[in-house]
């Protein structure tokens, strides 16, 4: 009988598995920049109000 080389179970990964960790771990980072942006802007507008100021509504740029 030949004798069987010993396998070794290696940390192998599907391609598809790693392209779903992949693309959850871009929806966290977006939604974590979305959160940091919108918790930015609010916090300014809160800044702009507590000094007193009554201009604070963030302005739109003009059409031509």
């Not at 959850?24 to 809160?46: C, M, N, T, W």
């Amino acid at each position: 009988m030949p004798e069987e080389t010993p396998r070794t179970r290696g940390d192998t990964y599907s391609p598809r598995a790693v392209l779903l960790a992949l693309a959850v771990i871009l929806l966290l980072v977006l939604g974590g920049l979305y959160l940091f942006y919108g918790l930015r802007d609010a916090s300014e507008s809160q800044d702009c109000m507590m000094q007193g100021r009554t201009n604070c509504a963030p302005t739109e740029p003009a059409t031509p």
